[in-house]
């Protein structure tokens, strides 16, 4: 019997956990290779050969596989202090008998040696512990910013919760799904694939005036609920397609093609927008719909040359249109300005005619009032008056005297340049019948004067 010294050197505790994870691993690929090794040479047999006989030729021998996973997992707990750390563990009793140095058993076989129980126990609870503390660890996960994590307990619904490191209880107990909450998502609507039996693409809708429109346009959206973006629907993203298909043939199969062509785009949008939201939410479908973006809208090409030439009228239609109410707006003002003034002018004109009658019919009455009293006085200073106002703007005065033929011509533009210097009357050429001397001025207006007198005494 060899007595070797007592070894306090021992490897460290991962080195050993190591050595007996690859022991144990060890032993089972053994045992299932033996298992397998039996079964195919003797189907019939369900007997584990646990030794080969020392033969080189069949799997590890589980004998030797067993003494090594104990010897490790013993080496673990500080089982044999007094053992050399390779020295193998089995009977000391001959140390070489028999068996070539393997020990002393039976027909040169290694002896078996049981394991420790206690340190084994300690063992298993140990690995048991760890993996415990593994599985509950599996149950942390991390949720990014702008997702959201579906909690799920034995697949059914359970929370909702946002980003941040969060734990669940590990499977197969909960699970978790994360989903980009805030990621604006879109759809493309219209391809460009076209039908053989109507030479139509799958874009081609009919307006209320039996027109044929191509439209197409993207939805964008992202999520509302994430709970019901899982489990209320099989597709959501599909859904939305559907949605927004029948939105648009239901908005354009009510609308003119000029309206969906040019006029009514915008409007357009918003109302499948609006239909589209109306139809996730009646599906429960956890989408919030952003915006409807119109691509192009155009008429098929067989026809687009005459929708040109109906663009180019409409636009002269509409030019015309203009330029009509820009020369309106520039005339219309004028001519009003203008009755306006006019109208103005003659309240004016008729307001001055009817004083003018007003103070000519008062002073009449005043004249005739002053005549009734003095009507000689009255005469006089009414024609003196009158020759006032007739010679007021003449330059020249012609009179023709009764007494005479001759004429006398009054120089009153040279009079009323020279005001100061008295000037004499100049005499005018004399009649055929040689007239004689020009009478006086003043004897011609008393002339004058017993004429008209003369005159109205006669009416």
């Given at each position: 019997?060899?007595?070797?010294?007592?070894?306090?050197?021992?490897?460290?505790?991962?080195?050993?956990?190591?050595?007996?994870?690859?022991?144990?691993?060890?032993?089972?690929?053994?045992?299932?290779?033996?298992?397998?090794?039996?079964a195919t040479s003797s189907p019939a047999a369900d007997t584990l050969v646990l030794s080969n006989g020392g033969r080189k030729d069949g799997p590890p021998d589980l004998d030797e596989l067993w003494k090594d996973f104990n010897g490790k997992?013993?080496?673990?707990?500080?089982?044999?202090?007094?053992?050399?750390?390779?020295?193998?563990?089995?009977?000391?009793?001959?140390?070489?008998?028999?068996?070539?140095?393997?020990?002393?058993?039976?027909?040169?076989?290694?002896?078996?040696?049981?394991?420790?129980?206690?340190?084994?126990?300690?063992?298993?609870?140990?690995?048991?512990?760890?993996?415990a503390l593994i599985w509950m660890g599996s149950g942390i996960y991390i949720v990014q910013e702008g997702h959201q994590a579906v909690v799920t307990t034995f697949g059914r619904y359970s929370t909702t919760v946002d980003a941040g490191i969060?734990?669940?209880?590990?499977?197969?107990?909960?699970?978790?799904?994360?989903?980009?909450?805030?990621?604006?998502?879109?759809?493309?609507?219209?391809?460009?694939?076209?039908?053989?039996?109507?030479?139509?693409?799958?874009?081609?809708?009919?307006?209320?005036?039996?027109?044929?429109?191509?439209?197409?346009?993207?939805?964008?959206?992202?999520?509302?609920?994430?709970?019901?973006?899982?489990?209320?629907?099989?597709?959501?993203?599909?859904?939305?397609?559907?949605?927004?298909?029948?939105?648009?043939?239901?908005?354009?199969?009510?609308?003119?093609?000029?309206?969906?062509?040019?006029?009514?785009?915008?409007?357009?949008?918003?109302?499948?927008?609006?239909?589209?939201?109306?139809?996730?939410?009646?599906?429960?479908?956890?989408?919030?719909?952003?915006?409807?973006?119109?691509?192009?809208?155009?008429?098929?090409?067989?026809?687009?040359?005459?929708?040109?030439?109906?663009?180019?009228?409409?636009?002269?239609?509409?030019?015309?249109?203009?330029?009509?109410?820009?020369?309106?707006?520039?005339?219309?003002?004028?001519?009003?300005?203008?009755?306006?003034?006019?109208?103005?002018?003659?309240?004016?004109?008729?307001?001055?005619?009817?004083?003018?009658?007003?103070?000519?019919?008062?002073?009449?009455?005043?004249?005739?009032?002053?005549?009734?009293?003095?009507?000689?006085?009255?005469?006089?200073?009414?024609?003196?008056?009158?020759?006032?106002?007739?010679?007021?703007?003449?330059?020249?005065?012609?009179?023709?005297?009764?007494?005479?033929?001759?004429?006398?011509?009054?120089?009153?533009?040279?009079?009323?340049?020279?005001?100061?210097?008295?000037?004499?009357?100049?005499?005018?050429?004399?009649?055929?019948?040689?007239?004689?001397?020009?009478?006086?001025?003043?004897?011609?207006?008393?002339?004058?004067?017993?004429?008209?007198?003369?005159?109205?005494?006669?009416?």
């Amino acid at each position: 019997m060899n007595i070797y010294p007592l070894h306090t050197d021992r490897p460290p505790l991962s080195t050993r956990l190591r050595e007996v994870a690859a022991a144990a691993g060890a032993l089972v690929r053994g045992a299932w290779r033996a298992r397998r090794r039996t079964a195919t040479s003797s189907p019939a047999a369900d007997t584990l050969v646990l030794s080969n006989g020392g033969r080189k030729d069949g799997p590890p021998d589980l004998d030797e596989l067993w003494k090594d996973f104990n010897g490790k997992l013993t080496n673990l707990f500080g089982g044999n202090k007094g053992r050399r750390p390779d020295e193998p563990i089995g009977d000391d009793g001959g140390g070489g008998g028999g068996g070539g140095g393997r020990g002393g058993g039976p027909f040169g076989r290694p002896s078996f040696q049981p394991p420790d129980m206690k340190n084994a126990g300690v063992g298993a609870g140990l690995i048991v512990g760890v993996a415990a503390l593994i599985w509950m660890g599996s149950g942390i996960y991390i949720v990014q910013e702008g997702h959201q994590a579906v909690v799920t307990t034995f697949g059914r619904y359970s929370t909702t919760v946002d980003a941040g490191i969060q734990w669940r209880l590990p499977y197969p107990f909960q699970g978790h799904e994360i989903v980009p909450f805030t990621q604006l998502r879109s759809v493309e609507i219209g391809r460009n694939v076209v039908h053989p039996a109507t030479g139509l693409r799958e874009s081609a809708m009919l307006t209320q005036d039996e027109n044929i429109v191509d439209i197409r346009f993207s939805v964008q959206y992202r999520l509302s609920d994430s709970r019901a973006f899982l489990f209320e629907n099989r597709d959501p993203d599909q859904a939305v397609v559907l949605a927004a298909q029948s939105a648009v043939r239901e908005i354009v199969g009510r609308s003119e093609v000029d309206s969906v062509l040019y006029a009514a785009r915008d409007a357009i949008a918003t109302d499948i927008m609006q239909s589209v939201q109306a139809q996730v939410d009646r599906l429960r479908a956890g989408i919030l719909i952003t915006n409807v973006n119109i691509q192009s809208v155009q008429v098929p090409e067989q026809v687009q040359a005459a929708f040109n030439d109906a663009v180019r009228a409409s636009a002269d239609r509409d030019r015309f249109r203009n330029e009509g109410e820009a020369y309106a707006s520039e005339v219309i003002p004028r001519a009003r300005g203008a009755a306006a003034r006019l109208m103005e002018e003659a309240e004016g004109h008729r307001a001055r005619i009817v004083a003018t009658a007003e103070g000519d019919a008062a002073r009449f009455s005043a004249v005739l009032a002053a005549y009734q009293r003095a009507p000689q006085v009255t005469r006089d200073r009414m024609y003196l008056e009158t020759m006032q106002s007739v010679f007021q703007n003449v330059t020249k005065v012609l009179i023709d005297s009764r007494n005479g033929n001759n004429l006398l011509h009054l120089p009153l533009e040279q009079l009323m340049r020279q005001p100061g210097t008295p000037a004499a009357a100049a005499p005018v050429p004399p009649r055929t019948d040689a007239a004689p001397a020009v009478a006086p001025a003043a004897a011609a207006l008393q002339d004058a004067r017993a004429r008209d007198a003369r005159a109205r005494d006669a009416r």
